[in-house]
């Protein structure tokens, strides 16, 4: 048995052409820490999950990376270092990831985020795309998953464009085949644009 201790701290993690890198923000009293004992994995990920999510619904829509703390003369439990240092714990599941240049997309923005379970999409020079508090259309398809939620409403947005709003993007994708597409990390634009050419209802239009 490990007492172990989580605290969060803002970091994000950033991308560019010479590699990945992480800035994290060390000073300062961003979250109290929460002290945990654990004899396996599977509870210190359980406990991670848990802190992390409080974390996100006390201080929302910020990036955050969950730290592990083991004080001395504790047991790490087996496997522990590779888990922690493969981001396996899900102490990582709410920090940004940021791609400082973006892949170019002609006649649209660049993707800087593309976002997670807990983390939104963003295209470059624009805000996140977090979900509202009131549910709407993509809210059932995207089933919690906020970087998903804003693909899809970037998405739309597209649709509506090319189509003069006379379509929208469920009208003209699945839902599996837009999760599919997103899992692809496909551009919104590009999806939109076959989502139109592949329907009968935009033929018909």
């Not at 929302?60 to 790490?76: A, D, N």
């Not at 977090?130 to 409403?153: C, K, M, N, Q, V």
């Not at 970037?154 to 189509?163: D, F, H, K, P, W």
């Amino acid at each position: 048995m490990a007492r172990l201790r989580l605290s969060a701290n803002r970091a994000t993690r950033q991308h560019d052409d010479l590699g990945s890198s992480t800035s994290m923000e060390l000073l300062g009293n961003f979250y109290p820490a929460q002290d945990i004992v654990a004899t396996r994995l599977d509870q210190i990920r359980s406990a991670v999950i848990e802190y992390g999510a409080r974390v996100a619904a006390d201080r929302p829509q910020e990036s955050f990376m969950v730290m592990i703390t083991v004080p001395r003369g504790q047991r790490r439990p087996a496997g522990f270092e590779a888990a922690y240092r493969e981001g396996s714990l899900g102490t990582n599941d709410w920090m940004h990831e940021i791609f400082k240049r973006p892949l170019p997309m002609p006649d649209d923005y660049g993707v800087r985020m593309w976002g997670g379970p807990h983390t939104p999409f963003q295209f470059a020079d624009h805000g996140s795309l977090w979900p509202d508090e009131t549910p709407d259309e993509f809210t059932s398809p995207a089933a919690g998953h906020i970087g998903l939620y804003g693909w899809l409403r970037a998405t739309n947005a597209r649709v509506q464009r090319l189509s003069q709003c006379t379509h929208t993007l469920l009208d003209v994708a699945t839902v599996a085949e837009l999760r599919a597409a997103y899992a692809a990390r496909r551009h919104p634009l590009s999806v939109a644009q076959d989502a139109l050419r592949a329907s009968p209802q935009a033929l018909a239009a």
